[in-house]
């Protein structure tokens, strides 16, 4: 694939995204201060619980959405899909991403599982356009039937600065999934993209 115009910004944003049909506007909540919004408490779920929640992503995904500036500006029109299979017995959901800005492609591995002792979900995501791994933490809100996932720690960006990133996954559609990621750089605000 061609190389990204001064796209190595957006592909490391768009690092946390995968899956489903329909473009959705949710936002990630960010307090006044510019920090990621935490992860709510955990909720009690049993493991096969957890894991029926993780089987509505399984299966194949067209995707649709775009980058938006930190001041909520459309950047980046994206497109592409995503193959979700469960892997090691049924402990992970695997996704695997192709996303494409048009003149350029990003592939990612992404891997989703449960911790049943603390009551989270957890995320590990790689992409070929950034050699930090992101890994994730977060909980089901089952009123709004979201995951909320926050980083845990900085990430180093590719220049070496220090970014967290935070996720919501809404299933609250019948046969979608929105992703909303959020990036920051130092507390502030620096992109978000929205996938569906």
């Known amino acids: 694939p061609a190389r990204m115009p001064d796209f190595r910004t957006v592909l490391s944003l ?7 049909v329909v473009l959705a506007g949710h936002a ?5 201060g510019g920090a990621p919004a935490s992860p ?8 096969e619980e957890a894991r029926q929640l993780l089987s509505v992503m399984s299966g194949v995904w067209d995707l649709k959405g775009q980058s938006v500036s930190p001041t909520g500006q459309p950047e980046m029109q994206l497109q592409g899909r995503c193959v979700w299979q469960w892997a090691m017995n049924g402990s992970f959901l ?3 991403t192709m996303l494409s800005n048009g003149t350029a492609v990003l592939q990612e591995i992404d891997c989703l599982g449960f911790n049943a002792a603390a009551g989270t979900f957890q995320r590990t995501l790689m ?3 950034d050699s930090a791994m992101i890994w994730q933490q977060g909980t089901w809100d089952p009123a709004a039937k979201q995951f909320t996932m926050q980083s845990l720690g ?3 960006t590719a220049s070496g600065a220090s ?4 996720t919501v996954v809404d299933l609250s559609q019948a046969g979608q999934i929105a992703w909303t990621t ?15």
């Open 127 to 129: 992409t070929d356009r």
């Open 28 to 32: 990630v909540g960010v307090p006044q």
């Open 40 to 47: 709510a408490a955990p909720a009690t779920l049993k493991a």
């Open 154 to 156: 900085a990430i180093p």
């Open 94 to 96: 695997v996704g695997d």
């Open 14 to 20: 768009a690092a946390c995204l995968c899956a489903a």
């Open 163 to 166: 970014r967290q990133v935070a």
């Open 182 to 196: 959020s990036y920051f750089e130092g507390g502030q605000l620096v992109g978000t993209i929205r996938i569906a």
